[in-house]
């Protein structure tokens, strides 16, 4: 799996927009880039995840550069609930076997008033 | 829909106790299910993962085991906690079609003392 480089920790006014880097400067052709957060004592959830087209759903947008070495996840319009860790992860589709993400150490996002 | 379900949410054990964590998901056939384990301030750990009733695959040697009595359901165990045993374990599941989404439960802090 590729590595990534996320900041430590970000800050962000509530009602702005959050936009969190990532970089993954050797990821290969078939990688997809997910994203996960984890708020306080509770399990990762699943937000966004892309190739190489930008994608939005309701959580976030995902924007992937031309050159796929890196992205940003947007999230619109910040609330206080949207603070917490937020994970960049680069994988290739698991054929036949188990999804062994590896989560780092991400982006502590905390949301201000 | 599908929901996964993890208890108990804290567990203070005494050391050499033993350990029996249960997770089981519902609304799904013949998932991929994990135990991941994230100590205090540090990231998630993949312990094990399963692809099928009775197949556990162990990422890392450690003081735990993990089964698979029935296809909804993963259990994770030890004989005698460790004082390194404490943390918040998680479980969850995915889909076995080489999809990178992993879903998690609400997980179990435990404190070995």
């Known amino acids: 799996d590729a590595k990534t480089t996320q900041p430590t920790s970000m800050d962000c006014a509530e009602g702005r927009a959050a936009n969190l880097p990532c970089n993954h400067s050797t990821i290969s052709g078939n990688e997809y880039v997910y994203w996960y957060r984890q708020i306080h004592s509770q399990g990762p959830q699943y937000i966004i995840h892309g190739l190489k087209n930008n994608e939005t759903n309701e959580m976030a947008s995902l924007i992937i550069t031309e050159d796929r070495k890196s992205s940003t996840l947007i999230l619109p319009h910040a609330t206080l609930r949207d603070t917490a860790v937020y994970y960049c992860i680069v994988r290739a589709p698991s054929t036949g076997t188990a999804s062994k993400l590896t989560f780092g150490t991400g982006t502590r996002l905390q949301v201000t008033l | ?113």
Do not use: M
């Not at chain 2, 567990?11 to 033993?18: H, R």
């Not at chain 2, 399963?50 to 556990?56: A, K, L, P």
């Not at chain 2, 698979?68 to 374990?89: A, E, V």
């Open chain 2, 1 to 113: 829909s599908q929901t996964i379900h993890q208890w108990p949410a804290t567990l203070v054990q005494p050391v050499g106790s033993p350990l029996s964590l249960e997770c089981t998901v519902e609304g799904t056939s013949n998932p991929n299910l994990y135990w991941y384990r994230q100590a205090a301030g540090r990231g998630l750990q993949l312990l094990f993962y399963s692809v099928g009733i009775g197949q556990i695959s162990s990422e890392v040697p450690q003081n735990l085991s993990a089964s698979r009595p029935q296809d909804r359901q993963f259990i994770l165990s030890s004989k005698k906690l460790l004082l390194s045993d404490s943390g918040f374990y998680l479980c969850a599941w995915s889909v076995q079609t080489g999809n990178e989404k992993l879903f998690f439960g609400s997980g179990t802090q435990l404190s070995v003392l």
